[in-house]
Every structure is written in structure tokens, then in C-alpha cells.
């Protein structure tokens, strides 16, 4: 169901031709990211850099390399449950906490697509994700590292929770000419 929901979004967000993403719904994220998933070598990191570069591919940017060093400061960074209000990491991350079901139980396809829901926002000019999405799909990004843990409290949710992290090499001012210069145009 939640890729069937997910493909039906991605559909809308690609008018007119249809998003192509990696399916990765079989990468599960149980617990917080570990050495493997840090270094690159994971079928979830590696996961989430395909479903990133199909991405940037749609929007005329080219393809980031995983970062290790990167992902070991978002892993830094996450582990504190304070990602979001009290880090000081610029304009270069891209950030989710949220849950789903009776425990942190994610995919890669699905952590990533929520960053991507931007993508329809700024293709008609404006919105609440904009910001993350276009960081991701800057031109001149050249590596990504992310990171992941579960378990950290959100306000007053007392569900479980999963906070995503992946910071990129290159800042951005966070600046609407900035974005409009450095995020190239749609092309599916």
C-alpha cells in the first residue's frame, strides 16, 4: 500500500512524463544507521545515493558521490536527537523525524521520498520544502552523507521515531536567486 501511495506520488510530481525512482522498499531501516551504512557500503546508503542521483538526474543536475565523512557527522549529529533546532549546520542538510506504524520501521524509498516531496513545490514556485529539496538537487553538490536514529522524543509524541539527516559538500545561502540560478530545470 505505502508503495503504491508512494509511486502515485511520484506520478503527480513528474507531469508530464512519469519520476522513475529506485525501488529500495525492500531496505529496511530498523535502528539507527551503523559503520557499513556510514561508509557507503550498505544496501541502505547505497540505496539512498541511487534514489538521490535518479533525483538530481530529473531536475539537469549530475550525480554526488556518498561521502563517508559527511555521513559521519550527520550520524554525529542525529545521535545527539537534537537535529533540526540546536545544530548548527547551515543550509547544507536536509532533515525528517516522524514515524510510522507501531515502531521505526522505514524504507530507503520512503525516508527519501519525503525529501522529495518538495520537488512539486518547486516546480510551481514556492512552498514549505522547497528549501530541502533544493539542496539536494543543487548543481554544484558534489557529495552526500546521511545518517539515521531511531528513538528520539518529538515534542509531545510518544510514538517512536525516526530522525533522518544527509548533509551535502557545498553550502547555500538559502537565497531564492541563489536556488533559481543552481537548480536546474525539470526534465523527467
Known amino acids: 500500500m505505502k508503495l503504491a501511495l508512494l509511486v502515485s506520488a511520484l506520478a503527480a510530481l513528474a507531469a508530464p512524463a512519469v519520476a522513475q525512482v529506485p525501488d529500495a522498499s525492500a531496505v529496511r531501516l530498523t535502528g539507527d544507521s ?6 557507503g557500503t550498505s544496501a541502505a546508503s547505497k540505496a539512498i545515493l541511487d534514489y538521490h542521483n535518479n533525483l538530481r538526474s530529473q531536475w539537469s543536475a549530475p550525480a554526488v558521490q556518498w561521502d563517508a565523512g559527511l555521513a559521519k557527522q550527520a550520524q554525529d549529529a542525529v545521535n545527539t536527537c537534537q537535529v533540526g533546532g540546536n545544530q548548527n549546520l547551515g543550509w547544507q542538510t536536509w532533515y525528517w523525524a516522524g514515524s510510522w ?13 519525503y525529501w522529495a516531496r518538495g520537488a512539486d513545490a518547486h516546480k510551481t514556485g514556492g512552498g514549505s520544502n522547497t528549501d530541502s529539496f533544493a539542496i539536494g538537487v543543487w548543481k554544484n553538490q ?20 525516526m530522525t533522518w539527516l544527509c548533509l551535502y559538500d557545498n553550502q547555500w545561502d538559502g537565497s531564492d536567486a541563489n536556488a533559481k540560478e543552481n537548480v536546474g530545470p525539470f526534465k523527467g
Open 34 to 39: 551503523t559503520a557499513e551504512d556510514v561508509a
Open 101 to 113: 506504524g507501531s515502531r521505526p520501521r522505514f524504507t530507503a524509498t520512503e525516508a527519501s521520498a
Open 142 to 161: 558534489e557529495a552526500v552523507g546521511c545518517a539515521w536514529k531511531s528513538g528520539c522524543k518529538r515534542g509531545d509524541w510518544n510514538g517512536p521515531t
